[in-house]
Nanobody, 121 residues
Framework: VQLQEWGPGLLKPSQTLSLTCAVYGGSITTSGDYWAWIRQPPGKGLEWMGLISYEGKTHYSPSIKSRTSVSRDTSKNQFSLHLSSVTPEDTAVYYC??????????????WGQGTQVTVSS
């Protein structure tokens, strides 16, 4: 499985960030697979943002839930992240990731290469 994300590298404050991730070698509708967005701000740890399940159900981090939306296009085998009202604090490397869930075990096993997003006026 390979994931490849893309989107604008530079945004101004208050704009909406939209990233898309294409999945190759696997289907985003495969039972047990969840498709997540994780980011890493400069000098900080990884932050889980949200995901969409193989059934199309979404879950978000409470801290950014009001600004976040994850969607998918099953015909293209892609999923997307939309983050509204960005600020410089949203500057980070953004990763799309597959999470495989088997019972209580969650493994984030396939990652995109990451895309740098900078928010600056």
């Amino acid at each position: 499985v390979q994931l490849q994300e893309w989107g604008p590298g530079l945004l101004k404050p208050s704009q909406t960030l939209s990233l898309t991730c294409a999945v190759y070698g696997g289907s985003i509708t495969t039972s047990g697979d969840y498709w997540a967005w994780i980011r890493q701000p400069p000098g900080k740890g990884l932050e889980w943002m949200g995901l969409i399940s193989y059934e199309g159900k979404t879950h978000y981090s409470p801290s950014i839930k009001s600004r976040t939306s994850v969607s998918r296009d099953t015909s293209k085998n892609q999923f997307s992240l939309h983050l509204s009202s960005v600020t410089p604090e949203d500057t980070a490397v953004y990763y799309c990731v597959r999470a495989n869930v088997a019972g209580a075990l969650v493994v984030y096993d396939y990652w995109g290469q990451g895309t740098q997003v900078t928010v600056s006026s």
